[in-house]
């Protein structure tokens, strides 16, 4: 009794301080509230320089995506008037733009570290819960007769378009276009306003198509490599119900007017025949070797977009000024797509949730998913999430909201089912003697 007193004391010490700093966050992103009024001592965030090249103002209406007419026969010209970014890339920073203040800064570090402790503590909970506590959640589900409907529902993220057809090669091309045609169209409506049906649709579509294939294909890249290396064999499938998650990944972009929005879905992946006595070590040096790739890519185009924008302030010749800004403003727009893909891909599959890649690093060396996750996760909110606002004008960010919502999501539900099975379970065993079902830790699937 003691014991489960202590648990509940401190628990409800927990939940006193969560509660608190939910309550504060909604409110203050809500606008509920005013922390300057509230705290009249702080100090007012100053305007953030974002050097020469400064990012568009949101409040403005974005610039047509248009080459202008040449110039007079004879006249050197620069391009910056005329290179211009599209809609959905118009407010990520290129490394000349980023901010540099110390409070843009030390927010997006702090919130890195806290995603850093929340994702790997709630992570390890969660996992612990499902895998001690698997025969009574299975029971659950059972009694109200969605257990059927749950395993069904694994089998179909889980299954691969594997054919034999597939396997020989014979439609493995037409497969892979389709598919990838179908994840740029989808992606493209990240892109308020936008239509498939005219050139600049169709030209983002073919952009996204293009990003998405190298992104997803280079981590597959790594593990055939791995599997050469190795003599274990190797095989491609595509998982089609990978297409959900980049619709809904677009669908939330849209209705929580997310930018630059979130694109998120990997068309498939090669399985390697791996011995079981090897699976964890093997399976974490693939891992590593995709995040690394991913950090690649995305450091290509993001120094790529450095290029692009420094060429503008270059004279050109009028002869070859409009030839020159098309090139310079396609090259602009697809490094930064490219950069916004694979940063948001490295994040997301950092994340150790489910059956992540993120999953099998921390399982294996927590201090390794630390360094990968530390400084993606910066370059996530510095670029992408967050890129020039301090801590409580982050709180006005539609961005920087939805990541506190889901944090505060993921730590209600890990310390509500720590609750039930380490104090109402306990409680009810114990002092009421009610039978609440097994307890002894089976093997799981999800150790």
Not at 86 to 107: D, K, M
Not at 293 to 319: C, K
Not at 362 to 378: G, N
Request: aromatic share 12%.
């Amino acid at each position: 009794m003691r014991k489960l007193t202590g648990r509940l004391i401190g628990f409800i010490a927990f939940f006193l301080v969560f509660s608190c700093v939910a309550v504060m966050v909604i409110l203050v992103a809500t606008g509920a509230v005013d922390p300057y009024e509230v705290f009249p001592g702080l100090p007012e965030p100053p305007s953030i320089d974002v050097g020469q090249y400064p990012l568009p103002d949101p409040d403005l209406p974005l610039p047509d995506y248009e080459i202008p007419n040449p110039l007079q026969t004879g006249e050197y010209v620069n391009l910056s008037e005329q290179v211009q970014r599209r809609p959905l890339v118009a407010q990520i920073p290129a490394p000349q733009q980023i901010a540099t203040a110390p409070q843009v800064v030390g927010s997006n570090l702090f919130l890195a570290i806290l995603m850093a402790i929340i994702f790997g503590f709630t992570s390890s909970e969660l996992s612990n819960i499902l895998r001690d506590e698997e025969d009574r959640i299975q029971e659950w589900l059972r009694a109200i007769g969605i257990d059927k409907l749950v395993a069904w529902l694994g089998k179909v993220t889980r299954w691969g378009l594997n054919r034999t057809a597939v396997k020989r090669g014979c439609l493995t091309l037409p497969l892979v276009a389709l598919i990838l045609a179908l994840y740029g169209a989808i992606f493209a409506f990240l892109e308020e306003g936008i239509s498939l049906f005219t050139f600049e649709g169709a030209l983002l579509a073919l952009l996204m198509a293009g990003t998405v294939g190298l992104v997803s294909f280079s981590g597959d890249f790594a593990r055939r490599i791995a599997g050469r290396i190795w003599k274990a064999k190797s095989k491609f499938n595509f998982y089609p119900a990978n297409l959900l998650l980049a619709v809904i990944s677009v669908i939330l972009s849209r209705t929580l007017k997310l930018s630059p929005g979130i694109a998120f879905g990997t068309p498939g992946g090669v399985d390697l025949d791996v011995p079981e006595a090897q699976r964890e070590k093997r399976e974490a040096v693939i891992g590593v070797l995709t995040i690394a790739i991913l950090i690649f890519i995305g450091a290509f185009g993001w120094s790529l977009s450095a290029l692009s924008l420094y060429l503008p302030e270059v004279q050109f010749d009028d002869r070859i000024v409009s030839v020159m800004a098309t090139v310079l403003t396609t090259v602009q727009n697809a490094s930064l797509v490219l950069f916004m893909v694979s940063t948001e891909t490295a994040f997301f599959e950092l994340v150790p949730l489910g059956h992540s890649t993120g999953r099998t690093i921390f399982q294996w060396r927590k201090i390794v998913w630390v360094l990968f996750f530390l400084p993606v996760t910066f370059m996530f909110n510095h670029t992408l999430l967050n890129p020039r606002s301090g801590f409580l004008d982050s709180f006005l960010v539609s961005n920087v909201r939805f990541m506190w919502v889901i944090l505060l999501v993921l730590v209600g539900v890990t310390a509500g089912a720590w609750f039930y099975f380490n104090i109402v379970d306990d409680f009810l065993k114990e002092q009421l003697g009610v039978n609440t079902g097994p307890k002894n830790p089976p093997p799981s699937q999800y150790s």
